[in-house]
């Protein structure tokens, strides 16, 4: 049974959270540092685009300023998330494709999802996977609404995909954030309700990070047959991370324009 490192829910800021990820990937790819399975949450609040978005198009960026709500771009493609503090929580899985057994992106995204979807059984939640199309990621649905979103990026034989798992959703309040072409935040919001769903809308009952993060954990160990070690950054991540996090993910150029 192959092990893979384990880092434990953590908050960041976006900036943070991303430059993390990205130094992951990067270890990973050298060589220097195992599989890892992460779980964090946002503060403040933030938004997220994917690699190849304008912020100008998707998101209604003077609500963000007012709401404190922060920006960031991914690397990784796939489209604009809200990433709710008290109503989601993340994971990210850096991973060697050929531990997957597949280099097919779709094959990929299905055994992670099949490893998010056990640890939503274990939680009470039906759900399946939905392998998306030409404009969406693949993603998890219960009952035909999502409830668990992704992007990925493939490098150098390594995957990184992070995702959400709703706790809880506001959709007035995301879609006073995002942009629905043609659309007013009334409207957008009420469309959602029929397409997003959450674990506490499911359950009736909220249900705490901690308790989503362990089940999270038990579902990629039981799927992927994996061991899970818990572990912290090498001081190499921590110290890349942090020159990501100043001199990109922080920096206006890369989240509005795309360049760093």
Same mark, same amino acid.
């Given at each position: 049974m192959d092990t893979w490192r384990l880092l434990s829910l953590q908050t960041n800021n976006a900036y943070m959270n991303m430059a993390i990820d990205e130094a992951i990937l990067k270890e990973l790819i050298l060589g220097n540092v195992p599989n890892t %399975? @992460?779980? &964090? @949450?946002?503060?403040?609040?933030?938004?997220? =685009?994917?690699?190849? *978005?304008?912020p100008n198009n998707q998101v209604h960026i003077d609500s963000c300023k007012q709401r404190g709500v922060d920006i960031v771009r991914r690397i990784s493609g796939g489209g604009t998330v809200y990433h709710d503090f008290e109503g989601e929580v993340t994971y990210s899985v850096a991973a060697k494709t050929s531990d997957f057994g597949t280099g097919d992106i779709t094959?990929? &995204?299905?055994?992670? &999802?099949?490893? =998010? +979807?056990?640890? %939503? @059984? %274990? /939680?009470? !939640?039906s759900a399946d996977f939905s392998g998306g199309d030409a404009k969406n990621c693949p993603n998890l649905t219960v009952n035909g609404k999502k409830i668990s979103g992704s992007s990925q990026i493939i490098t150098h034989g390594v995957v990184l995909q992070h995702g959400t798992l709703l706790r809880s959703v506001d959709l007035p309040k995301m879609f006073t954030l995002l942009k629905l $072409?043609? !659309?007013?935040? +009334? *409207?957008?919001?009420? =469309?959602?309700? @029929?397409?997003? +769903?959450?674990i506490q809308d499911e359950l009736g009952h909220k249900v705490a990070p901690d308790t989503i993060a362990n089940a999270l954990a038990q579902g990629f160990s039981? =799927? %992927?047959?994996? *061991? /899970?070690?818990?572990?912290?950054? +090498?001081?190499?991540?921590?110290? $890349?991370?942090?020159?990501l996090y100043i001199e990109k993910y922080r920096d206006e150029k890369w989240n509005f324009g795309g360049k760093n």
């Open positions: %399975l @992460r779980f &964090y @949450r946002w503060k403040p609040s933030a938004v997220s =685009i994917g690699k190849n *978005q304008s094959s990929v &995204y299905s055994k992670i &999802y099949s490893a =998010i +979807t056990d640890a %939503l @059984r %274990l /939680l009470g !939640v $072409n043609d !659309v007013s935040c +009334t *409207q957008a919001a009420e =469309i959602a309700k @029929r397409k997003i +769903t959450s039981a =799927i %992927l047959k994996i *061991q /899970l070690k818990e572990a912290e950054l +090498t001081p190499s991540e921590a110290e $890349n991370a942090n020159k």
